[in-house]
T-cell receptor, first 116, second 113 residues
Framework: AQTVTQSQPEMSVQEAETVTLSCTYD???????LFWYKQPPSRQMILVIR??????QNATENRFSVNFQKAAKSFSLKISDSQLGDTAMYFC?????????????FGKGTHLIIQP | DTGVSQDPRHKITKRGQNVTFRCDPI?????LYWYRQTLGQGPEFLTY????????KSRLLSDRFSAERPKGSFSTLEIQRTEQGDSAMYLC???????????FGQGTRLTVV
C-alpha cells in the first residue's frame, strides 16, 4: 500500500512571496503519477499540477512548479509570486499506474494562508 | 457541461437511518470515483466505476455502503443504518482515463446525529 505524508499542517506567507510545500511518499512501485490538488474554502478539489514518475523533468504550470526526487520519494510544490487566491488546502496525491486499487492516495494536506 | 455535480450538498440524518447520495459526472467521462473526507484529513478512496462496472472497492467500505452506476452515467452511494462515524464529506470525481485529471464535485456533507 502507498502512503503520502505532508509534514506541514499549516503555512502562512505574505502575498508575492515564494512558498514551498513538502510531500513525501512511500511505495514499492516504479510506475506512478503524483499530483498536487488545491481545495479552496468552497471545497471543490482542483488539480494544480501533475508529474509522471518516468519523467525526470520537473513539471511546471505557470507560477506552480514541483521538485520531484524519485530516489528520495519526495515531491514538493513551489508557488512563486503567491496571490491571495492561492489560500486553500493543498493535497499531495499518489496514483499507481499499473492497476489494482485504482484510486488516488492523498496526504493529510497543508493549509496555506496568503497574507495581504 | 458544468462539471461534476453532487446532490444533496448537505444531509443531516438520525443514526440508524438510510441515506442516498447522487453524483452526475462530466458526460464524456467513463470513470467515476467516490471518496470520503473527514475533518483534517485528505480524501480516502472508497470505490470506482468504469462505465457501469464497479471495478474496485476499498477495504474501508463496510457492508452498509453500496454504490451503483446503472447506466454508466450518474452514480448513487447509499449508506444503510448510518452511524455517527459516517459523518464526513463524500466526494465524487470523474475522469476520462486513469492518468488524466480527475474532476471533483463539491461534495455532500453528511452529519449523523
Amino acid at each position: 500500500a502507498q502512503t503520502v505524508t505532508q509534514s506541514q499542517p499549516e503555512m502562512s506567507v505574505q502575498e508575492a512571496e515564494t512558498v514551498t510545500l513538502s510531500c513525501t511518499y512511500d511505495t514499492s512501485e516504479s510506475n506512478y503519477y503524483l499530483f498536487w490538488y488545491k481545495q479552496p474554502p468552497s471545497r471543490q478539489m482542483i488539480l494544480v499540477i501533475r508529474q509522471e514518475a518516468y519523467k525526470q523533468q520537473n513539471a511546471t504550470e505557470n507560477r506552480f512548479s514541483v521538485n520531484f526526487q524519485k530516489a528520495a520519494k519526495s515531491f514538493s510544490l513551489k508557488i512563486s509570486d503567491s496571490q491571495l487566491g492561492d489560500t486553500a488546502m493543498y493535497f499531495c496525491a499518489f496514483l499507481y499506474s499499473g492497476g489494482g486499487a485504482d484510486g488516488l492516495t492523498f496526504g493529510k494536506g497543508t493549509h496555506l494562508i496568503i497574507q495581504p | 457541461d458544468t462539471g461534476v455535480s453532487q446532490d444533496p450538498r448537505h444531509k443531516i440524518t438520525k443514526r440508524g437511518q438510510n441515506v442516498t447520495f447522487r453524483c452526475d459526472p462530466i458526460s464524456e467521462h467513463n470513470r467515476l470515483y467516490w471518496y470520503r473526507q473527514t475533518l483534517g484529513q485528505g480524501p480516502e478512496f472508497l470505490t470506482y466505476f468504469q462505465n457501469e462496472a464497479q471495478l474496485e472497492k476499498s477495504r474501508l467500505l463496510s457492508d452498509r455502503f453500496s454504490a451503483e452506476r446503472p447506466k454508466g452515467s450518474f452514480s448513487t452511494l447509499e449508506i444503510q443504518r448510518t452511524e455517527q462515524g459516517d459523518s464526513a464529506m463524500y466526494l465524487c470525481a470523474s475522469s476520462s482515463r486513469m492518468n488524466t485529471e480527475a474532476f471533483f464535485g463539491q461534495g455532500t456533507r453528511l452529519t449523523v446525529v
